[in-house]
């Protein structure tokens, strides 16, 4: 092997590690509201967290910039989230949404970050459900930013 | 039953004739490997018959979509009777089923003149239509049997009186051009992609990479415009200050992207030096995968979840497609590999052959975040169970450390020499790079002092001097030129692949210095106002809320909020809205923008109340116009590159 093989060969170790390092990091467990048993919230604790789910009807209540509202999804289970800041355009009551942040000690899920979920629900087979959001192409729905 | 009219009958028509047509075609390809001649033409002609049936089926749908054909589902889910002409049009590829007759009527009408690109070999040219047929016989198929842009309703009723409409969010010019551009940039991947196919399965030894030179400069043209364009559109449009997101959508253009510049560079070593045919062919390969991928990754619903996927039928067809076509395609390579031994041994780091080998490491490792960002928590809950998801916090960790050496071999290679590079002549362009670096760092230290911004992280100031440092050699070697040509215009611009590149270059730099300073230095203030309460954003800029009134529109109703902006003692009035679009759709945001070359500051408009007061999101961001400017001068590069003589 020569010394620009070997000098290489060292540079793609680096990227690699750097990446595969990088992704374990920056991972957090994404849930859905129905998977959120007592026995898993136990074993979360105050963990960073992202929920995926659909803002109850009639569950939102804004003052300013401070939002309240219910997540659910098909089971049984309900989170209620408490976040401060503007939503995302195309936040709404029976849309899909997903929240990042933590539980604190009272139960409720502190969010930092809010999303729009979209584009995910395709389904052929069935026609879908045009009710919801289909963003078919382009760029996502945005991230406030917290 | 609904009896359809005859217009949308002949596109029903058309997409078996795409199906017919390329099934015929790629047959025919693998019998004229062997036999030849009339195969060949047969091959041909199955080509133009698919070509035509993917023009039936598009009018068909476009009829229909221009006559409110609501028996159609497909129709009745992307317009309605209230739809601008340009919307309706561009409902066409409004959602899935639309997006892929596109994609299949670009892939024919790609492949279609381009086989008979001048400078390929008789054998090559014969095997070329093996992948787009493949193509376009896959997305017919997928369309014939799971998303039908024509198909009737369920037991053939005339539909609603009235369709759902557009959504609301790409209502907007931007949206119109933006998804074509991506797909034609997708589909041009094809042309090399086929040539590189066709190499491969009739083992020629020839060089493809000047014949094909334009077309891959098309398609990377396109790609890249309408990557850029997106993100224009979402920081415009979506008006929340982003402009990227590492969303799955944008990820998956941007894989190709990575994979086609790459071989870019590539081509180069293997034009000028013979070298790396086996990287090459294999960059090709993957670059049209990568398209293919993008669209299985966003389509499935497999980001969702593992089982969501498994039941949907499309998802499997596009992952077995995609499996099959890296089987054969790298398995041909693998077998092929002896016969593609590069010639040369590349030099050292410093010569060109060398730093394109860093090019491709660099390239790759950039691939190989995005892929594994994206496809992170696919992979950790087929492995683990749990579902995870990695994000925005990964590719701001790992993105930068890749980046950057990138950017700087940008600066520095373009200026070594094949096989070597001489001291006299790099040194001149070494000092011409540190002297443009201070120079631009200094400037633009001078301009945020200016408005009392910080200096907004490493990774800018970085950036901030190697764009400098690419700006200095350029400015040197175009001046140095022109004095050698004696002001002759037509000699100076006469190597356009010479001077389009270094433009590119320049505009990737801009480009740099924009993103990292508008992500670096971003504020972010949410604000309660009372009508003409002022409140100070950061220091030298201050928002006064003046009032909010209601507008009726033809398609919605709009909160309009005025503002007066403030900022280094200067006012500007401005205009942020709201709107509502009905029960179909959520409402949707307008922002108030001011853009100067310094700084970005949008002003969303969160929420009116009963009182008169309401809520903002103000957003500060340096240098963000610097982002369409640098993409705006990379777009020209590509022109220039693509001129004749290159």
Redesign the interface.
């Given at each position: 092997m020569?010394r620009?093989a070997k000098?290489?060969l060292v540079?793609?170790v680096a990227?690699?590690w750097?990446?595969?390092s990088?992704?374990k990091?920056?991972?957090?467990?994404?849930?859905y509201p129905s998977e959120l048993t007592p026995t898993v919230l136990a074993e979360l604790g105050h963990e960073e967290l992202?929920i995926?789910g659909m803002v109850a009807g009639g569950s939102l209540e804004?003052e300013?910039?401070d939002i309240r509202f219910v997540m659910v999804d098909d089971g049984e289970g309900q989170v209620l989230v408490h976040y401060v800041?503007?939503?995302?355009?195309?936040?709404?009551e029976g849309?899909g949404a997903v929240v990042e942040g933590s539980f604190t000690m009272e139960g409720v899920f502190e969010a930092h970050t809010l999303m729009v979920k979209h584009?995910?629900?395709?389904?052929?087979?069935e026609?879908p459900d045009?009710?919801n959001?289909?963003?078919?192409?382009?760029?996502?729905?945005?991230?406030?930013?917290g | 039953m609904v009896l359809s009219s005859l217009p949308v009958l002949l596109g029903r028509f058309g997409l078996w004739a795409v199906a017919a047509g390329s099934l015929w075609a790629l047959i025919a390809t693998v019998v004229s490997m062997r036999k030849g001649g009339g195969w060949a033409r047969s091959a041909r002609r199955g080509m133009v018959v698919a070509l035509v049936g993917a023009i039936l089926a598009a009018a068909g749908l476009e009829w229909a979509l221009f006559h409110h054909d609501f028996s159609l589902?497909y129709v009745?889910?992307v317009s309605a009777k209230n739809l601008p002409s340009l919307y309706l049009f561009s409902a066409w590829?409004?959602?899935?089923?639309g997006?892929l007759l596109l994609w299949c009527l670009l892939v024919l009408a790609f492949a279609v003149p381009a086989q008979q690109t001048k400078g390929m070999g008789e054998k090559v040219r014969r095997a070329f239509p093996l992948l787009p047929a493949a193509t376009a016989l896959f997305f017919a198929g997928v369309m014939l049997r799971?998303?039908n842009p024509l198909s009737g309703?369920?037991g053939g009723g005339a539909g609603p009186s009235d369709g759902?409409g557009l959504?609301p969010?790409?209502q907007d010019p931007g949206?119109a051009y933006?998804?074509p551009l991506?797909y034609l940039g997708f589909t041009g991947l094809v042309v090399p992609g086929a040539w590189a196919l066709a190499i491969l399965f009739t083992g020629e030894k020839e060089d493809w990479t000047k014949p094909t030179r334009r077309w891959v400069l098309a398609a990377w043209g396109m790609l890249s415009a309408g990557i850029l364009l997106?993100?224009w559109?979402?920081y415009h449009e979506?008006?929340?200050?982003?402009w990227w997101?590492w969303?799955?959508?944008?990820n998956a253009s941007l894989m190709p992207w990575l994979a086609l510049t790459a071989y870019a560079h590539g081509a180069l070593a293997q034009e000028a030096r013979g070298m790396l045919r086996r990287w090459n062919l294999g960059l090709l390969l993957l670059a049209y995968a990568l398209t293919l991928f993008g669209t299985f990754l966003?389509?499935?619903?497999i980001?969702?979840s593992v089982h969501?996927f498994s039941?949907?039928?499309?998802g499997s067809w596009f992952l077995g497609y995609i499996a099959v076509f890296l089987l054969i395609a790298f398995g041909v390579l693998a077998w092929r590999w002896d016969d593609l031994d590069d010639p040369k041994?590349?030099g050292?780091?410093i010569t060109k052959e060398?730093a394109i080998?860093?090019n491709h490491?660099?390239f790759?490792?950039l691939l190989?975040?995005v892929l594994?960002?994206t496809t992170?928590?696919i992979l950790?809950e087929l492995a683990t169970g749990?579902?995870?998801?990695?994000?925005?916090?990964?590719f701001a960790?790992?993105i930068p450390?890749?980046a950057l050496p990138t950017l700087f071999l940008m600066a520095v290679a373009p200026w070594f020499g094949w096989g070597r590079t001489g001291k006299e002549s790099l040194r001149p362009r070494l000092i011409a790079g540190v002297v443009g670096g201070v120079v631009v760092s200094g400037g633009l230290a001078w301009a945020r002092a200016s408005m009392g911004m910080g200096m907004g992280g490493w990774a800018h100031v970085v950036s901030v001097f190697i764009l400098g440092a690419v700006l200095g050699p350029i400015l040197a070697d175009f001046v140095r030129t022109a004095r050698a040509v004696g002001g002759s215009r037509k000699a100076l611009i006469k190597r356009p692949r010479h001077w389009g590149g270094l433009l590119v270059h320049l505009g990737i730099a801009v480009l740099a210095v924009g993103a990292t300073g508008a992500s670096g230095g971003?504020t972010?203030v949410?604000f309660?106002l009372a009508p003409q309460e002022t409140a100070v954003v950061v220091e030298g800029v201050s928002l006064r809320h003046v009032g909010v009134t209601v507008k009726s529109r033809k398609s919605h109703r709009a909160w309009i909020a005025n503002v007066v902006l403030t900022q280094q003692g200067k006012e500007h009035p401005l205009q942020s809205e709201r709107r509502d679009y009905g029960s179909?759709w959520?409402?949707?945001?307008e922002m108030a923008l001011l853009s100067n070359w310094k700084r970005d500051i949008a002003i969303?408009l969160?929420?009116t109340e009963s009182d008169g007061s309401a809520?903002y999101?103000v957003t500060i961001q340096p240098f963000l116009s610097w982002l369409w400017v640098g993409g705006a001068l990379s777009l020209l590069g590509f022109l220039w590159a693509g001129r004749k003589g290159g």
């Open positions: 020569n620009q000098t290489l540079a793609a990227i690699g750097l990446v595969f990088g992704i990091e920056a991972s957090v467990y994404f849930k992202r995926g804004r300013g910039s800041g503007i939503p995302p355009d195309m936040f709404a849309r584009g995910e629900d395709y389904s052929a087979e026609h045009r009710e959001i289909r963003s078919d192409f382009g760029t996502g729905i945005p991230d406030p930013g | 589902p009745a889910s590829w409004g959602s899935l089923e997006s799971f998303a309703w369920p759902i959504n969010l790409l949206m933006h998804p991506l997106g993100s559109w979402a979506l008006g929340w200050g982003g997101f969303d799955p959508v944008e966003t389509r499935s619903g980001l969702t969501a039941e949907s039928g499309l041994p590349p050292g780091l060398g080998l860093y490491l660099l790759g490792g190989l975040a594994l960002g992170w928590p950790a749990e579902r995870v998801s990695g994000g925005a916090p990964f960790a790992t450390p890749i971003k972010a949410d309660q179909n959520p409402g949707t945001t969303t969160a929420e809520s999101r």
